[in-house]
Nanobody, 128 residues
């Protein structure tokens, strides 16, 4: 089972950009679907983006579509989340997630229980 370590969070002004990274340690990284979730203070963890194991098909929450890009580099065992035009409502702890399951519908992979492995999170704060 992989272990996940996120990095790249920080404080940024509204309209700015950040690139989050999630490095996985463990075997067969390319067998894992990878995802990003966000948890704002006092709120539940919510889906942001995901990328399939093979083919690289991507999925996004409506709130980030057009502003964010998820990608993976299997040679580096790393998944990235590029976020542009950041808004104060993007503030929260961003968690990387992994799953060996076969990706089905967006509705399915957007749920926390679908994912088996989580990182510790990285804080993103967007000031207005």
């Amino acid at each position: 089972q992989v272990q996940l370590v996120e990095s790249g969070g920080g404080l940024v002004q509204a309209g700015g950009s950040l690139r989050l990274s999630c490095e996985a340690s463990g075997p067969k990284f390319d067998n894992y679907a990878m995802g990003w979730f966000r948890q704002a203070p006092g709120k539940e963890r919510e889906f942001v983006a995901a990328i399939k194991q093979i083919g690289g098909r991507t999925y996004y929450a409506d709130s980030v579509t057009g502003r964010s890009t998820i990608s993976r580099d299997n040679a580096k065992n790393t998944v990235y989340l590029q976020m542009n035009r950041l808004k104060p409502e993007d503030t929260g702890v961003f968690y990387c997630a992994a799953s060996l399951r076969v990706v089905g519908s967006l509705n399915t992979i957007a749920t926390v229980p679908w994912w088996s492995t989580w990182g510790q999170g990285t804080q993103v704060t967007v000031s207005s």
